[in-house]
């Protein structure tokens, strides 16, 4: 694959209020990947939910949002694992030939 592209930018944000007190609950993170490969363009994207545990608070800037979406969405993708279920394969059945 040539040049991998990555655009995120952040789709909005949430905030939380607890005891009177006024957070920020979550950031929305739409994450996109696109590469060219032989002739073919390849795309894969998505939203990334950024909470507390990933260290964002009012003070965190939209660069470090996006910086974090991109992080946590290659993180997400690295740890991924296939869980399509195994289907197998119907047995190829030959037509009966016919003479003529």
């Given at each position: 694959?040539?040049?991998?592209?990555?655009?995120?930018?952040?789709?909005g944000?949430?905030?939380?209020?607890?005891?009177?007190?006024?957070?920020?609950?979550?950031?929305?993170?739409v994450?996109?990947?696109?590469?060219q490969?032989?002739?073919?363009?390849?795309y894969?994207?998505?939203?990334?939910?950024l909470?507390?545990?990933?260290?964002?608070t009012?003070?965190?800037t939209?660069?470090?949002?996006?910086?974090?979406g991109?992080?946590?969405?290659?993180?997400?993708?690295?740890?991924?694992?296939p869980?399509?279920?195994?289907?197998?394969?119907?047995?190829?059945?030959?037509?009966?030939?016919?003479?003529?």
């Amino acid at each position: 694959m040539e040049n991998l592209e990555i655009t995120a930018r952040v789709q909005g944000t949430i905030p939380l209020f607890e005891d009177g007190v006024m957070s920020l609950k979550s950031a929305t993170v739409v994450v996109s990947f696109s590469g060219q490969q032989e002739n073919a363009k390849t795309y894969f994207g998505g939203q990334v939910l950024l909470t507390k545990e990933d260290g964002i608070t009012f003070q965190t800037t939209q660069d470090e949002f996006l910086s974090k979406g991109i992080e946590k969405a290659k993180r997400l993708i690295a740890e991924a694992e296939p869980k399509a279920p195994y289907v197998p394969q119907a047995p190829l059945v030959e037509p009966p030939h016919t003479d003529e």
